[in-house]
């Protein structure tokens, strides 16, 4: 009965989740299963008397249902234009590069972080991907944890509220994603369960960043563009997704002080109009020189996390293969990157 003891602060963590998602919903916010998750167990977190434990353990079956669903996109169709793609996605690395070096000196100059901190906290990439990173490389771990947190929670807050705006598409929740569950196929939900697992152990047997969505992501574009299979995740799974990623985010700032989240929400808030800025650059040079639709274009060119973003280009109906292909490049480039350059940013007697 041990475990069922400690089971019950995650089932409580995600009955708050649901709380807020149906508030959020009610209130007509956008992408209300993740944010109103988040923001419901930022604020049960502040009642140390409220038994509350994040579902980490459910975030890499999540990612890797997304994973499927992304793969659902990518059927024979898209090799006619994937040509088109390379024009876009050659731009990641200078777009890298740029935030990087913009935001390692707004840390370092500005606030005066440390050069190895300031580095990681500026860097694009996955949360737990730099944080793991920043800890073998001796830089301060709390920091980076709260500034990279800091900056994909305003991503994930105001970048629903632009597309909505510019797009004119609801994201209140209400509308089906994709089928419903009693109207999915059992054979070919058998056969994606199958293919998130072997896809996830793969990923995870190479080693491969981000793999818990990236391997039952490749899994789910060959089952798919064999035709295979035809129905995609159903859409309560989807929303169960968006529950336990926005519940496990909210758990970021549980022990944080209201100061102290307010001082790092001040502090990252330079970081992120660096960002908007340069990603609209970005995102101007790229609608100029492709055909692709804007909104794919600001989902691709938008430095949040690689989950989120591709479950708003889910939701929304954007050119997910266009989004997806964009994330991974970055996730690759920044973690081939990010250890490349730290031999120059140690102090000269620890080279």
Known sequence: MQWLKGFLPVVASLLIGILGAILFSFINVPLPWLLGSIVAIAIASRFPKIPLRTPKMFSAPARAVLGITIGSAFNPTILHYLGEFVSSI??????????????????????????????????????????????????????????????????????????????????????SITQPFLQSDPHDMFI??????????????????????????????????SGIVHARPPNEIIKIIQLILGTTVGFVFVGVTCKEITKIFMQTLGYFVILAMISAVFVFIVSKMTDFPLISILLAFSPGGQSEMNLIAIIIAANLPYVALHHIVRMFLVMSVAPVFVKYLRPKEDR
């Open 192 to 225: 994606l369960t199958v293919c998130a697992l072997v896809g996830w152990w793969g990923a995870l047997k190479l080693k491969i960043p981000g793999g818990t969505m990236l391997g039952p992501m490749i899994l789910g574009a060959v089952v798919y563009g």
């Open 90 to 175: 050659v731009l990641i690395l200078p777009f890298v590069l740029i935030i990087t070096f913009c935001g390692m000196i707004y840390y370092w100059k500005w606030l005066k972080f440390d050069k190895m901190t300031a580095y990681f906290s500026s860097m694009p990439g996955g949360l737990l991907e730099m944080v793991t990173l920043a800890e073998a490389t001796g830089a301060n771990v709390y920091k980076v944890t709260m500034t990279q947190s800091v900056r994909l929670l305003c991503i994930v807050f105001t970048l629903p509220f632009i597309i909505q705006a510019l797009s004119h598409v609801s994201l209140d929740g209400r509308v």
